[in-house]
């Protein structure tokens, strides 16, 4: 004798592995591997860093000649005063 199925489940389980396979196969042909969204984002950061290592100054003096005029260490960040 045949063995019993469900219909609307084996309709319901064609149709996930209908939609599996399609994921896989997109997945293949546009996917990355977590190895590459890793090093992808690792150059980001990377950039962003080189990035601000070259902005100017908030005052847009080059030479940090700012604050040795000011008379503090130019090794130390001193916040200014505010201003009324």
């Known amino acids: ?5 469900n219909l609307r489940r084996a309709r319901k389980q064609r149709g996930r592995d209908a939609r ?3 994921g896989d196969e997109n997945a293949a042909r546009h996917g990355r591997s977590a190895a590459e969204r890793a090093r ?3 150059e980001a950061t990377l950039a962003r ?3 601000d290592g070259h ?3 908030e ?3 080059t030479g940090g000649e700012a604050e040795e005029d000011a008379g503090g260490n130019p090794d ?4 200014d005063a505010p201003r009324e």
Do not use: H, N, Q, S
């Not at 004798?1 to 199925?5: G, L």
């Not at 130390?76 to 916040?79: A, E, H, N």
């Open 20 to 22: 599996r396979k399609a």
């Open 55 to 57: 902005r100017r100054d």
């Open 76 to 79: 130390r960040d001193v916040p």
């Open 40 to 42: 992808e984002a690792a």
């Open 49 to 51: 860093r080189r990035l």
């Open 1 to 5: 004798m045949a063995e019993i199925i």
């Open 59 to 61: 005052t847009g003096e």
